[in-house]
């Protein structure tokens, strides 16, 4: 028996929005430690790799290992229907063929209850394991967003240079060229809005615009982005959430 | 002319 009740159903909602355009459907492991899930995108260029560990629930139960598999596009209308406020609880028995859904109004006396069929889902575990990390940004993620935005109007590829004391994002196109430089801020009012880059060698990776369109999509989950690149390797894109994360691994372009 | 890599040619599946 798997239960895990939400504080708010706006969590799952953001989970749910940032991951359901790259993959269409995915396992979510649920143990006593919490849910994971990893999954490619479909055109197995972008990893996501998600844990909500049990502390992110107001209450969580997990009896036996159990895998559900969930079309994300069906979740996502079904959550749709509760309001952001509401609590929200998911509950699945240990050989279910649906998932429980079930929102609770906190103000009226008002419960709603959905069930969503769960599919049969064959997908190999990736092995992403730990891994050295050349450089690490921490920026903002609304102003990461606005730098892939603004950075795709010219290409298809964004380019990101790290060196000591600044990250350059740079795009070369048909009609011209931008270039975008951040460095290293300490904001102590603020410290949402605090920038450190941390560089053991200098990084020069370019990445396809139009997955990390996709990526930003995750922008509401947390005010802060984790980047961390190595040479020639997949950079990690790190949004935490309250206990746990949602990771981007997106495969690099370089010539071979 | 970069060449966008499969992600999938950078893990190994357990």
């Not at chain 1, 909500?52 to 895998?67: A, G, S």
């Given at each position: 028996m798997l239960e895990g009740k939400f504080e708010e159903a706006s969590l799952l909602k953001k989970i749910v929005e940032a991951m359901k355009d790259c993959v269409s459907s995915c396992n979510f492991n649920c143990t006593e430690n919490g849910i994971s899930v990893q999954a490619v995108d479909n055109s197995r260029v972008l990893l996501i790799s998600l844990l909500?560990?049990?502390?992110?629930?107001?209450?969580?139960?997990?009896?036996?290992?159990?895998?559900l598999g969930v079309g994300l596009g069906s979740l996502s209308k079904i959550i749709g229907n509760g309001a952001n406020s509401d609590y929200l609880t998911i509950s699945a028995d240990d050989d279910a063929d649906k998932l429980n859904i079930i929102f609770e109004d906190k103000v009226k006396d008002k419960i709603s209850e959905y069930n969503l069929k769960l599919l049969d889902i064959d997908a190999d575990l990736?092995?992403?394991?730990?891994?050295?990390?050349?450089?690490?940004?921490t920026l903002p993620s609304a102003d990461f967003a606005k730098i892939c935005k603004d950075m795709k109007v010219l290409s298809e590829?964004?380019?990101?240079?790290?060196?000591?004391?600044?990250?350059?994002?740079?795009?070369?196109?048909?009609?011209?060229?931008?270039?975008i430089v951040i460095r290293p801020k300490t904001d102590i009012d603020h410290p949402e809005e605090s920038v450190t880059i941390s560089l053991d060698k200098p990084i020069d990776l370019s990445f396809g615009s139009k997955y990390l369109?996709?990526?930003?999509?995750?922008t509401s989950l947390s005010q802060k982005v984790t980047i961390k690149l190595t040479d020639q390797s997949p950079g990690v894109f790190e949004y935490k959430l309250p206990s746990g994360y949602l990771r981007f691994y997106l495969a690099p372009k370089f010539d071979e | 002319m970069d060449k966008q890599h499969s992600i999938l040619s950078f893990y190994s599946s357990f």
């Open positions: 909500i560990e049990k502390d992110t629930f107001e209450e969580y139960r997990c009896d036996r290992n159990i895998t990736l092995d992403v394991g730990p891994m050295d990390t050349d450089a690490t940004i590829s964004l380019q990101i240079i790290v060196t000591k004391d600044s990250a350059l994002f740079q795009s070369v196109g048909d009609i011209g060229t931008g270039n369109s996709d990526i930003i999509k995750a | -």
